[in-house]
């Protein structure tokens, strides 16, 4: 693993970074895995949090010695804070990134942006006619892995992409009323590899195929849900993607992409919690995975903000932006309506609120 | 690596097995493999070769100590002949299969019975109201791993079978006229693997969807076929499996199978040509893939032809009987339907004839 | 990995930590690392730090928002500091241990004690006398996967304790000037592993065989040093231990352990910087191993001074106190005098200043 | 893994070998081994089997379509016999050898040659003076992974030699019957070792150090013999080599070698008995070690095999030669001395017999 960004003040040399005032929006469960990356990174200063519930607010800001606030206004006053970090609920995010962009003030925004992929066009339209500085946090595009395995594609090392393999399986279910406003397994989880794939082979894919079950919980298919499917995504030129996604499996979080060029492949293997293996008469017992969703991507959540500070400094270019953001979300439009109707559906980029599920 | 099975006769207890007198029809690429084989294992006599080309049967005959034929009545004799093995070409499979049913000579067949489906489908009737003991030698069932990865998943270990990703690549395109008469990749190259699904989960697929390119040779396309191909099969109950196949990769000969179970996984990884790392400042380099067919199959040939053995001897019951590879092929032209029509199509067993692809 | 402590104020629940006031003694290469991590931890509030030279501390205080001094009363002074972190030369060590027993002061000290065994010892039992909190910095003990292996051992799943094996080798020669003082690679290098070897079988080794040879920069033989050894211990009840030291390889840095039971084996394999595998024509290369000292150690370090916090708050006991220290320096001073007679020699934990090398 | 020798009548090109007339002296359980690789190889016609009991060699005859004698001038006949394979008991092989070499019968022996090394260096004289072809069967240099092992440490991949790892652990202790005469494990089980390392690197080492425990079966202290040793070699130039010994494992059989060079690092990892991975809640399970010592080494038998028929075929040269066994032996005797001795020993090469342990 390579050192997480904030042990950059260690003896080896480096720059200093300037401080950045942050405001957080959203004082929720990722909210609070957010407070403590804001309050532990030497590039931010962690000056305000807000949620609808003070209480919360209240709490998350004593423990990361910020301040709490039910006043919008001040969220979005570009006098005193410089960044907002978006992790509001999903119905909330298009509003806030419309007030940052008006006041032009930079944003690091959870995704999506809005599952009302016309809402989502507009309001990416609005922030980009204002030149904010703003990124979605696809935040696996920041694991060490991953970025590796792009950049050895990007080489040329194993040539020309040919076919991906994808792999994305969670270790239990989220809770059903957490599901239930989700989007569906396609816009909440895959939509992740969706930006992935493109990110990885800087093609836009052109036509989706997706097919899924409900193998766990059957209240998912109320909500027109499944736990496990499988997408196919065609490219420009002929090559293939496909991507398993499954939301409760047995043995921890597991995530693994492969890609094969035309003169070799190179893969993200599946990250193990520990190098230890027991040798025994009944086989050879290794670290398992990693237990839960915190172990294996809370690394990829500090290197987002990591890069975000970094695009505040004018260090590098930024993340995803929401344009980037946009397309993997149309992609995932077209895969929940593949989902449903079983036949595969075009992507839509220039509209891709004209894709709509039959039901 | 387990000792293939023609060690039996170590110091290590074992029984003896009977002697049977073997003829091989077919002295091409592929019966040269076969005859190998027959020469070397202790409860074969290898009494006979037979080829349209009387030359090839010759020189296959001299190099293994066996007598080459060119009467086809000497072949289905069966008071000399206790077995025939069928390796030659594709269209001829039907036709030596009838003949040895009706003289009572058992049958080990290379895939596929015959290409037409209707006419397959008459033969295996035939030769299963004969009663003869018949197998298909879809010989990736004797490897080593699958066949433990079966284990593994028979006992419940993992549970029930949720999604399987298997992975099927060579390391260079077959020569374009062997193409032209193959059937197209899904019949010729995945059908191993749709019989390998159906084996591992005791399931018959229900559904098929299939989409590929040509990624290599543009000629590919003039025979409708194509080089990289990703295959989805729906299971009864909703399991899923996902199958990648590729005619021409870099790297060596590679195919893994990962079984997904409600609690658990198991995975036959890619196999290795050895066990060497060299740590070097650059990286950690391993010994890479077998380089080619022979070095990754040709123990599961030797396994193939120790179970038909087995069988002759009546121990243990026969490998991939013929109705069994009926199905299989009954998949694959799903599959092949598939991926000119580009619509999800039902698998039809019991009359695998009736589905045929557009052009 | 696990997480490293101070995501401990992660949503996940967990209690807060008291903060605790800091001293550091040196700011030269290893105070820096220690300062960095002194500054993010946040049961730390990062005083004071002090250095024979003024502007080396000066530099540091800025860098992470401490003060810097060049009183040594005010580093010991109880009112106003809690615990010290003793980073300054290896000479100076015992006297900064016995001035903060004697103030009642926590100590994390950087090894050896003394390369004295007679003054180690005196200021070992000064120090036990005065009760104070005081751990010896063999940070290896708080690498995930060392811990985790004496878990297993522990544990009793792999047996008795048979035979272990250990591989601690550095990319590259330390600057000569530093070896010339450093005591030699025996009570500089090795001795972090007689620590480690001590810790995971919880015996104390009776007798010690070590050889060794000057492979790389000739001039180290003039320190009377060797870069590569082989160590032997015996342990009671007849169990060996070996351990491979090398100052300078060429592909990263290699720490390995094994440890043989009478019933199975465990491992902690040799760490990698990632999970990227490449499949070439040529062989599969991996992810190499740490490229340095810091790439592979740095989390030991955060977790022995999360392990030192954890004593102050009266969390869990001390990490490896001044005695043990002791041993592990008794160990290796045993070591350093088999390496000059070629014989195997006695450990004299009783008295270890009284095992003196011959020249 | 490679294709072991005797599939090269595989359709791949390849020469006709010549056939060869064996004699196998020995029915015992590792002539058992022999004779079904003598009966299984295209290039031996098996032709007799002695033994001091005509009834095992009536058995194993009969077995392998071989012919049975008592006649020892019947197997030393050179007009029908072309190659004796020597694995009759220890105490013989000198006086078999001898009179192979008398009759200008070329050899392959059993190791050792004898355990008394004046016996062996003498018979060893003489058949090198006549100018036999005789082979020791150390097979472990004909392991697939050694062999790649030790081509990349010639072609200087990895730079010098620096420090050799060794690991030799067997499942089992042998029958105490067996471990009485067998001389100890320096000489029985260890000095394979002996004899790879200095195949490895090309060198003959000067110094040995050994020291050793029992702890498994106490009586084995009756025989002045150990299960658990360390030995470390001293090579010219300063290299060193350590090899732990272990006569019984809980896990399997495990061997592994690892040579670091100046510039870099190989390593013939532990071998397994598969490729199949199950992922669990509590861990990953891998397919384990070999079970026991045929399915480890069974194919370093037919490999040492295959290369004394290429030598009869006048291809490529001999293996370990009867001057290289002695060598191996030398070292086996000096270890053995240290052993008991606990002091570095020089080893003896020119008068290898000059060395006894004193007890």
Same mark, same amino acid.
């Given at each position: ?146 970025? @590796? ?10 040539? *020309? ?44 894919? @052109? ?41 409760? !499996? ?12 035309? =003169? ?35 690394? =990829? ?16 270019? !930024? ?26 559906? *075009? ?13």
């Amino acid at each position: 693993m390579t050192a997480p960004g904030w042990y950059r003040h260690s003896p080896r040399p480096g720059r200093w970074c300037e401080v950045h005032r942050f405001a957080l929006i959203g004082a929720g469960f990722i909210g609070g895995v957010h407070s403590a990356n804001l309050a532990a990174h030497p590039g931010v200063e962690f000056s305000l949090v807000y949620d609808v519930d003070p209480n919360r607010a209240g709490t998350l800001a004593e423990r990361h010695h910020s301040r709490a606030t039910d006043d919008l206004d001040a969220v979005f006053d570009s006098a005193a804070i410089d960044a907002v970090l978006i992790a509001s609920s999903t119905d909330s995010h298009a509003e806030h990134l419309r007030r940052a962009a008006d006041a032009g003030i930079a944003v690091l925004c959870e995704k999506p942006i809005d599952l009302d992929l016309d809402r989502a066009a507009d309001v990416v339209a609005h922030a980009n006619a204002r030149g904010v500085l703003a990124m979605v946090d696809f935040n696996r595009r920041f694991d060490r892995d991953y970025a @590796e395995l792009r950049r050895v594609v990007a080489s040329g090392e194993v040539g *020309d992409v040919v076919l991906i393999q994808m792999t994305t399986r969670g270790p239990a279910l989220s809770p059903l009323d957490y599901i239930a406003v989700s989007g569906g397994q396609m816009r909440d989880q895959t939509v992740r590899f969706f930006d992935l794939a493109r990110w990885i082979c800087g093609l836009d894919p @052109e036509a989706v195929f997706a097919t899924g079950s409900v193998m766990t919980d059957p209240r998912l298919a109320d909500h027109g849900d499944v736990d496990t499917s499988v997408v196919v995504l065609r490219l420009p030129g002929g090559g293939l993607v496909h991507i398993d996604s499954v939301r409760q !499996i047995g043995y921890g979080y597991d995530e693994r992409i492969e890609v094969l060029g035309s =003169s070799g492949m190179v893969e993200a293997q599946r990250r193990r919690s520990g190098a230890v293996k027991r040798y025994l008469s009944g086989g050879v017992v290794e670290d398992g995975l990693p237990a839960g969703w915190f172990e294996r991507v809370s690394a =990829s959540y500090r290197g987002a903000l990591d890069h975000f500070v970094d695009a505040l400094d004018g260090r590098g270019g !930024i993340g995803p932006n929401l344009s980037e953001a946009l397309k993997a979300q149309a992609i995932a439009e077209a895969a929940a309506l593949s989902l449903t109707s079983g036949d595969m559906v *075009d992507v839509n980029y220039t509209e891709p609120g004209a894709i709509r599920p039959l039901r």
